[in-house]
């Protein structure tokens, strides 16, 4: 605003001047050179334009410095406003000054020394206030200098930040890169080429130690080069640049002449600095249980090589992002390497499974050609068998006398043997236990020894023998065993004995009855003896040959049949001798041989147990289908009969009926007491009668399990029940029941069942 | 009294209970099969069914008292129950046990306790003519003479 003003007031100036020019009428002084260019006029003139110019310029800048303290935020505006006024007032002096040079009134020469004492005032006060403003101005100087260092450094610290802010920025990359796989050279070779990349490196190289931990040799260089010679891939691992790299943990920088720095530079031109770091190569054997244990640790080697000719070192950054990417690189292969373990696990184990899976085809084929092999065998063997059974049983029912009656009877007895030996041999094969069920009736003794005499005796009339046959006559007729069984081993004894001889000879037999007249040695034996119950016969059968004294080695007129090898030492046991053991060990009983001095068998010894049983057959043949008097003590008497019931009084009362009848009665209480009675194998009750109505375990249950655990016939088993079920009939017979008796009992109606009971178990025997 | 008059009160006695079927055929059953080796048997068998029947009835009882009736428990001791008064030959009680099952079956828990009310009744006046009975008996043979069977014949 005031600079246009300025030239304005310029003008003015130059016009007071020309004004003022005008004025040469008063006194001068003689200071002057007469006729040259000072002349006074020229002199004054001078001095007035001097004066007036300084006027100017002394209105100028104040003009200036207003509006440069009124635009801008200057310190020390006080100091400033001191100076304008210092020089507002010079200005106004010398302003004045020039109208003096003229005649001038006495009021301007009053303004004059006026404006001069103010100036001289306030430029004294100038002086001295400027004099304490200097230190002032340097301080701040100096502070504006420090600022500026200050400035330089933050300057720097960002730069470095800035710095490291990128390499974090690389070693995440390249960090993701790596471990963007899984696999072991992948991990690696992107390993190498991010690195070099981000680094700007000429080469870049793993180096891996052997399985003997001799060499380290160079897996996974990344620039091929031309390599002069191949044992520049390994390095032995005493190598001191090797062991330095080991053993330190961060990052080494190797000489260029290092072996290892050589043998990484790949081919072209001078290579630059070489750096190198270990990294661990955990193995999965080294996580038991989640860390690493400290052991010696496997260490590969990873080598950088900067490119050669540039101006370029390592950088501490650079050396950072190294450590860092060393790091990751071991973690990522230690990871690669559990996965390959897991894989090759899998993979032996889906193998394993391959061969498990043949195994089992292999085996189950196998087991299903046994299978058919045995139906086979076991159809081819028992067809035959069932057939010749049949037209035998068709044979006894025809007229007959009594010879041939015992001959058939004979003929039906070898072959039923003979059927239970095709079925044992083919239970045995499929089973593998070996048990024998015994089934335990009753038959009759005279009858089975008559026609054990009789095949004995044509057997050795075929083989050209002598027979002889000795029984004694207080041998019981009825008594309860395994008659199919008895009649096989006595069989065998026979057909053993008679194979084993070649030479002429007689065969003796005989049937005793073993009262414990003979001495036993055998504790065991005489432990047996002790413990039997009353009612058990010991029958004992024995079997001798007795040679001719005349010996026709040689030939022998018959070939025997089925002979078998005998070893020398001892009486070779076969098979059928074992099973003939086995079954005489299940009926308690004995059997040996005394061998001859060639092994061959020369007697054979054999002591069973037999139940007795009461003649029933005698009396029912007596009192025929019905009998007027109910008790008929003969049927009854001595029968062994045992009393399930819960209800104190019924089975008080069930216990005097049964005992009216004759039979010898023992009572319990519960189903599991009666099973317990039960216990051993061989029972000495005949009837078991069962109410079927008992708490914990009733009567159906007890019947079945007695019938499955126990034999199948025996004893015979009478439910007691008041219900009048027409179903209760049915089901008690599918159970194995063999009779029921209706609640409230009464004497006669006990009677009736027990008879028709006894009397149906007699039949079927 | 007499050895001849008590017997006369004696069968007397019974052709009464017989006839208002507190006892039937199954007792006289009972009374056969006591002789020479068992001369206690009916005598033993009554104290058992007093026994048990005691045990019975109290097991009853509390199975009713229940908050929750177990129909099958007190089913099965009803059953039981007829079953040894039946094979004891006492007639009535056996009746109340066969309706009393019924109602188990039903589970009608009021009719339940009718039930077994009226048994305990039947088996206390039971009760009571058998210990009459059994006192008749032993009052004649302290005196020496023997329980006339035979004049029970009807």
Redesign the interface.
């Known amino acids: 605003m005031l600079k246009p003003a300025a030239p304005g007031l310029l003008f003015l100036f130059l016009l007071l001047i020309s004004v003022s020019a005008d004025d040469n009428g008063f006194s001068r002084c003689n200071c002057d050179d007469e006729g040259s260019l000072w002349s006074i006029e020229n002199i004054l003139d001078c001095q007035k334009v001097g004066d007036f110019l300084i006027a100017v310029a002394y209105f100028s800048i104040p003009i200036e410095l207003l509006y440069f303290v009124s635009c801008s935020n200057v310190p020390f505006k006080w100091v400033l406003f001191e100076f304008i006024a210092f020089i507002v007032l010079c200005g106004l002096t010398h302003l004045l000054n020039g109208w003096t040079y003229g005649p001038h009134p006495f009021q301007l020469m009053v303004a004059l020394t006026v404006f001069k004492i103010l100036t001289a005032l306030v430029s004294c006060a100038t002086a001295i206030t400027l004099f304490t403003l200097i230190p002032l101005l340097l301080k701040v100087k100096v502070r504006e200098f420090m600022l500026k260092k200050k400035a330089w450094d933050l300057g720097r610290e960002v730069g470095i930040i800035m710095k490291q802010k990128e390499a974090g920025l690389h070693v995440r990359m390249l960090t993701q890169e790596i471990r963007k796989s899984l696999d072991r050279h992948t991990i690696l070779y992107t390993t190498l080429v991010e690195l070099s990349k981000t680094l700007g490196l000429q080469n870049c190289a793993v180096w891996m130690p052997n399985q003997i931990r001799t060499e380290m040799n160079l897996t996974h260089p990344l620039n091929e080069g031309n390599y002069s010679s191949m044992d520049n891939r390994s390095i032995p691992i005493s190598d001191p640049d090797v062991v330095r790299i080991k053993g330190s943990d961060g990052v080494n920088i190797l000489r260029p002449e290092s072996a290892l720095a050589a043998a990484s530079s790949g081919g072209s031109g001078e290579p630059g600095p070489v750096a190198a770091i270990r990294m661990p190569m955990l193995r999965v054997c080294n996580f038991k249980g989640g860390t690493p244990e400290i052991i010696q640790a496997c260490y590969a080697i990873l080598v950088l090589v900067l490119p050669g000719g540039q101006p370029r070192s390592w950088t501490n950054q650079e050396l950072e992002i190294i450590k860092v990417v060393a790091d990751q690189v071991a973690v990522a292969l230690s990871h690669a390497a559990v996965l390959e373990e897991s894989q090759l696990m899998r993979e032996k184990l889906e193998e394993q499974n391959r061969a498990l899976q043949q195994a089992k085809m292999n085996a189950m084929m196998a087991s299903q050609a046994r299978t058919a092999f045995q139906k086979v065998m076991s159809d081819g063997m028992k067809r035959p068998m069932h057939s010749i059974l049949g037209l035998i049983s068709m044979i006894q029912d025809g007229n007959l006398s009594t010879e041939q009656q015992i001959l058939v009877d004979a003929m039906m007895k070898t072959s039923n043997v003979l059927a239970t030996l095709i079925n044992d041999v083919m239970e045995i094969s499929t089973k593998d236990s070996g048990r024998f069920p015994l089934e335990v009736r009753s038959f009759r003794l005279h009858a089975t020894i008559k026609e054990a005499a009789c095949l004995a005796k044509c057997l050795c009339v075929y083989r050209g023998f002598g027979f002889s046959i000795n029984v004694d006559k207080s041998l019981p007729d009825h008594v309860m065993g395994d008659e199919r069984r008895v009649f096989q081993v006595i069989l065998h004894m026979v057909g053993n004995l008679l194979d084993g001889n070649n030479r002429k000879g007689s065969v003796a037999l005989r049937f005793l009855l073993d009262n414990g007249s003979q001495e036993r040695n055998d504790h065991k034996w005489a432990a047996w003896r002790h413990s039997t119950i009353d009612g058990d016969v010991y029958i004992r059968f024995e079997i001798t040959m007795n040679n001719d004294a005349s010996e026709s080695d040689g030939s022998s007129s018959v070939t025997p049949v089925g002979a078998r090898s005998y070893a020398s030492d001892g009486i070779d046991e076969g098979l059928s001798f074992s099973v003939c053991k086995k079954l005489v060990q299940l009926m308690h009983g004995k059997i040996w041989a005394v061998p001859n001095s060639q092994g061959f068998p020369q007697s054979m010894g054999l002591i069973l147990r037999f139940q007795l049983r009461p003649s029933l057959s005698i009396a029912i043949s007596e009192s025929g289908e019905s009998s007027e008097h109910p008790h008929s003590n003969s049927l009854f008497r001595g029968l062994q009969v045992l009393l399930a019931d819960a209800d104190d009084v019924n089975r008080a009362v069930t216990r005097r009926l049964i005992e009216k009848l004759g039979c010898c009665v023992t009572t319990v209480s519960s189903g599991f007491e009666c099973l317990s009675i039960i216990g051993p194998t061989t029972s000495t009750f005949q009837v078991v009668l069962l109410d079927l109505q008992m708490p914990e375990l009733d009567g159906f249950e007890v019947a079945s399990r007695i019938r499955k655990f126990r034999s199948r016939s025996w004893p015979l088993i009478v439910a007691l029940t008041a219900s009048a079920d027409e179903l209760l009939w049915e089901r008690c017979s599918q159970i194995g029941i063999n009779g029921v008796i209706q609640k409230p009992l009464m004497l006669q109606g006990i009677a009736n069942e027990l008879q028709r009971v006894l009397v149906q178990a007699n039949k079927v025997i | 009294m007499e050895v001849g008059q008590m017997q006369r009160t004696w069968v007397e006695y019974m052709k009464s209970l017989f006839r208002e079927g507190f006892l039937d055929g ?1 007792f006289t ?2 009374q056969l ?1 006591q002789d020479e080796s ?1 001369p206690d ?1 009916v005598v ?2 009554v104290s ?2 007093f ?2 029947s005691e045990r019975l009835l109290n097991d009853l009882t509390r199975a009713l008292d229940q908050q929750i009736v177990d129909f099958k428990r007190v089913d ?1 001791h009803v ?2 129950f ?3 008064s ?3 030959g006492a007639q009535r009680v056996r009746n109340a046990c066969i309706a009393f099952r019924n109602f188990c079956e039903e589970q009608n828990s009021e009719m339940c306790l009718k039930c077994l009310q009226q048994v305990k009744q039947e088996y206390n006046l039971v009760k009571n003519k058998l210990e009459n009975l059994i006192r008749l008996e032993q009052q004649i043979v302290a005196a020496g003479g023997s329980i006339p069977m035979e004049e029970l014949s009807f």
């Open positions: 199954q059953q009972l099969l068992n048997f033993e068998v058992l069914f026994e048990d099965a059953h039981q007829k079953g040894s039946s094979s004891i």
